[in-house]
């Protein structure tokens, strides 16, 4: 569970890195804003401030995207070691053991 955790927190840290890095380029934003927004993003919330220029809407649209796929990522890096456990619990076994 500690590595799935640890997984979990790497991806959601370059994820938001990503998105303070890519707020703060493309909409000028302070780091507090852009990291609020970036979290907002990240979390399924959406942004909060508008977005004023075409690159920032652009990139917080593929943003949106990445951090969708990011959380589906990062719950199948936690959810798949408490599945493989209950499997073993009951007795579940592949066709080649």
Do not use: C, Q
Request: positive net charge.
């Amino acid at each position: 569970m500690f590595i799935a955790i640890g997984l979990w927190m790497i991806l959601t840290i370059v994820g938001l890195a990503i998105g303070i890095a890519g707020y703060a380029r493309f909409e000028g934003m302070s780091f507090v804003d852009a990291y609020v927004n970036a979290a907002m993003i990240l979390s399924g919330m959406g942004p909060l401030g508008e977005l004023k220029t075409a690159a920032g809407k652009v990139f917080a649209g593929s943003y949106a995207i990445f951090s969708g796929l990011v959380i589906v990522i990062a719950t199948g890096f936690v959810l798949a070691p408490i599945f493989h456990r209950i499997l073993h619990r009951f007795h579940v076994e592949s066709k080649g053991d």
